[in-house]
């Protein structure tokens, strides 16, 4: 045990590597809060950079830059209605309302304070339950991914505003967008008509910015007169009895975020669309109408998206197998410094284990610290005149999304999304569920076909498989629990 706090202290009494710490977290806060330029973007250039460093050393900024980029996404979500990255597009839906309110100081320091309850309950379920869950998220299978991603698309109800039917056009929008490109099984063409550039998909990051942030320009444009609202920025630190009075909340949905966040190939955004259902789903008395700016979406949104990431590093300290993206271009960096992850590694390396959760627990503590800091400048973004911060908005929008494959066709991408956007919104519908059908449509199509091809097309074991299987029921009661619940509320 004491091998263990030693091993776990080491980035925290070595100046240098606490340093490294600080520095990534600071500067992945500020890399997050720019829409395209992503922490995966930014965790595979470090790689460049570190390769011939200290294996501890690199580590330690590479964490540093994970917790912080997942939290930045929820500055220009709040104060601009565009996210910095896709965690974050549940953020805005109640982020934005309340900085548009004038409490755009208040709503960072909850989203801080959260964030950071969040990530910690992340690093303590990876400290104590690894392990345990590696174990559980190898029991998936196929049909379970399939079974998950059906219940992110349900939240098309909690994300569709006062109309369901207007929800539902946009989600499938989303999910057809989605199929656009080459079938990830056999690489057939899918919805190109012959087009080469269409061969690629639609990248969401570019649709992202184009429907939040290209789109929102837009229909700035018709309130210029408006003059901006006067943030109050006089109380930025949330009180105690505020705090208090959501705990429970974060508690759960920090530990939906854990588990989403382990099951390999999901991630933050995910998570944050399961905790936010959660939240709509068991408040009842909620602040103001969800949506509308009421603080238990924006606590489930950031507590879930940061405790993702103590759940995404089990899959790949324990099983050697990417919880997301950033963690996959991680497992990257440790094969190139001649580490192995994955079962043998609590046993063979235990002090890179022990390391790592001390890193992300002084990550997590500096973005609480740098995250109360500097609230008074960013807050005075939404002050800006509108003439001077549109322009502002289109061209950091441009430079993001060319950033992520330095190619001029996702531009185009973001444009002719933020028109489409920019047209939906002005008739009443939600871009979210848009976003939403093209991160999760690709996971239905292609775990719903392994799934199937896994019994050999055989329908009748196909379905005798989601009852045979306990997670597999558990999946499909919570399916089906929550088709009847969102249908009984829209009854009533």
Same mark, same amino acid.
């Given at each position: 045990?004491?091998?263990?706090?030693?091993?776990?202290?080491?980035?925290?009494?070595?100046?240098?590597?606490?340093?490294l710490?600080?520095?990534?977290?600071?500067?992945?806060?500020y890399?997050?809060?720019?829409?395209?330029?992503?922490?995966?973007?930014?965790?595979?250039?470090?790689?460049?950079?570190?390769?011939?460093?200290?294996?501890?050393?690199?580590?330690?900024?590479?964490?540093?830059?994970?917790?912080?980029?997942?939290?930045?996404?929820?500055?220009?979500?709040?104060?601009?209605n565009?996210?910095?990255?896709?965690?974050?597009?549940?953020?805005?839906?109640?982020?934005?309302?309340?900085?548009?309110?004038g409490?755009?100081?208040?709503?960072?320091?909850?989203?801080?304070?959260?964030?950071?309850?969040?990530?910690?309950?992340?690093?303590?379920?990876?400290?104590?339950?690894?392990?345990?869950?590696?174990?559980?998220?190898?029991?998936?299978?196929?049909?379970?991914?399939?079974?998950l991603?059906i219940?992110?698309?349900l939240?098309?109800?909690?994300?569709?505003?006062?109309?369901?039917?207007?929800?539902?056009?946009?989600?499938?929008?989303?999910?057809?967008?989605?199929?656009?490109?080459?079938d990830?099984?056999?690489?057939?063409?899918?919805?190109?008509?012959?087009n080469?550039?269409?061969t690629? +998909?639609?990248?969401?990051? *570019?649709? =992202? @910015? %184009?429907?939040?942030? $290209?789109?929102?320009?837009?229909?700035?444009?018709?309130? #210029?007169?408006?003059?901006?609202?006067?943030?109050?920025l006089?109380?930025?630190?949330?009180?105690?009895?505020?705090v208090?009075?959501?705990?429970?909340?974060?508690?759960?949905?920090?530990?939906?975020?854990?588990?989403?966040?382990?099951?390999?190939?999901?991630?933050?955004?995910?998570a944050?669309?399961?905790?936010?259902?959660?939240?709509?789903?068991?408040?009842?008395?909620?602040?103001?109408?969800?949506?509308?700016?009421?603080?238990?979406?924006?606590?489930?949104?950031?507590?879930?998206?940061?405790?993702?990431?103590g759940?995404?590093?089990?899959?790949?300290?324990?099983?050697?197998?990417? +919880?997301?993206?950033?963690? *996959?271009? =991680? @497992? %990257?960096a440790?094969? $190139?410094?001649?580490?192995?992850?994955?079962?043998?590694? #609590?046993t063979?390396?235990?002090?890179?284990?022990?390391?790592?959760?001390?890193n992300?627990?002084?990550?997590?503590?500096?973005?609480?610290?740098?995250?109360?800091?500097?609230?008074?400048?960013?807050?005075?973004?939404?002050?800006?005149?509108?003439?001077?911060?549109?322009?502002?908005?289109?061209?950091?929008?441009?430079?993001?999304?060319?950033?992520?494959?330095?190619?001029?066709?996702?531009?185009?991408?973001?444009?002719?999304?933020?028109?489409?956007?920019?047209?939906?919104?002005?008739?009443?519908?939600?871009?979210?569920?848009?976003?939403l059908?093209?991160?999760?449509?690709?996971?239905?199509?292609?775990?719903?076909?392994?799934?199937?091809l896994?019994?050999?097309?055989?329908?009748?074991?196909?379905?005798?498989?989601?009852?045979?299987?306990?997670?597999?029921?558990?999946?499909?009661?919570?399916?089906?629990?929550?088709?009847?619940?969102q249908?009984?509320?829209?009854?009533?």
């Amino acid at each position: 045990m004491s091998q263990a706090f030693e091993y776990f202290s080491m980035g925290w009494v070595d100046p240098y590597l606490f340093f490294l710490t600080a520095l990534g977290t600071f500067a992945g806060i500020y890399v997050g809060a720019i829409p395209g330029l992503s922490v995966t973007m930014a965790v595979s250039i470090l790689i460049s950079f570190t390769f011939a460093w200290d294996v501890n050393e690199a580590l330690a900024l590479m964490a540093g830059v994970f917790m912080g980029g997942v939290y930045g996404g929820s500055r220009t979500a709040i104060l601009l209605n565009i996210p910095g990255a896709p965690s974050a597009v549940v953020t805005a839906l109640d982020g934005y309302p309340l900085a548009k309110r004038g409490e755009a100081g208040s709503a960072i320091g909850l989203s801080t304070v959260m964030s950071f309850i969040g990530g910690l309950i992340g690093i303590i379920t990876l400290m104590i339950a690894a392990p345990i869950i590696s174990e559980f998220t190898l029991m998936f299978a196929p049909r379970d991914y399939f079974l998950l991603a059906i219940l992110g698309l349900l939240l098309v109800g909690a994300l569709s505003g006062e109309s369901l039917a207007k929800g539902i056009f946009c989600a499938a929008l989303g999910v057809t967008l989605g199929m656009i490109g080459l079938d990830p099984l056999t690489a057939e063409e899918r919805f190109t008509f012959g087009n080469l550039e269409l061969t690629g +998909g639609v990248p969401y990051i *570019a649709a =992202m @910015i %184009g429907f939040f942030g $290209i789109a929102e320009v837009f229909v700035q444009l018709h309130h #210029l007169d408006i003059k901006p609202i006067r943030q109050n920025l006089e109380k930025i630190l949330p009180s105690w009895k505020l705090v208090k009075k959501y705990l429970p909340l974060s508690l759960q949905t920090s530990g939906i975020g854990v588990i989403v966040g382990a099951l390999p190939g999901t991630g933050g955004d995910i998570a944050s669309l399961l905790a936010y259902d959660h939240a709509k789903r068991i408040t009842k008395d909620p602040s103001v109408p969800f949506g509308e700016g009421a603080y238990e979406g924006l606590i489930a949104a950031e507590t879930a998206n940061n405790a993702a990431v103590g759940g995404a590093y089990i899959p790949m300290l324990t099983l050697g197998m990417p +919880g997301d993206a950033v963690t *996959a271009v =991680m @497992i %990257g960096a440790l094969f $190139i410094h001649g580490i192995q992850p994955g079962p043998l590694m #609590l046993t063979e390396t235990p002090h890179l284990f022990w390391f790592t959760v001390g890193n992300l627990t002084l990550a997590n503590l500096c973005i609480l610290i740098f995250g109360l800091t500097g609230i008074k400048l960013f807050s005075k973004i939404v002050q800006c005149p509108k003439g001077i911060l549109l322009p502002i908005i289109v061209v950091l929008s441009v430079v993001g999304t060319y950033a992520i494959q330095n190619s001029v066709v996702d531009i185009y991408w973001m444009f002719g999304c933020g028109v489409l956007g920019y047209f939906l919104k002005m008739y009443g519908y939600q871009v979210a569920p848009i976003i939403l059908g093209i991160i999760l449509g690709p996971m239905i199509d292609v775990s719903y076909r392994r799934a199937a091809l896994s019994v050999q097309n055989d329908i009748g074991l196909f379905f005798w498989e989601f009852l045979s299987n306990p997670i597999s029921l558990i999946l499909t009661a919570s399916v089906f629990l929550i088709l009847l619940n969102q249908f009984r509320n829209r009854k009533t």
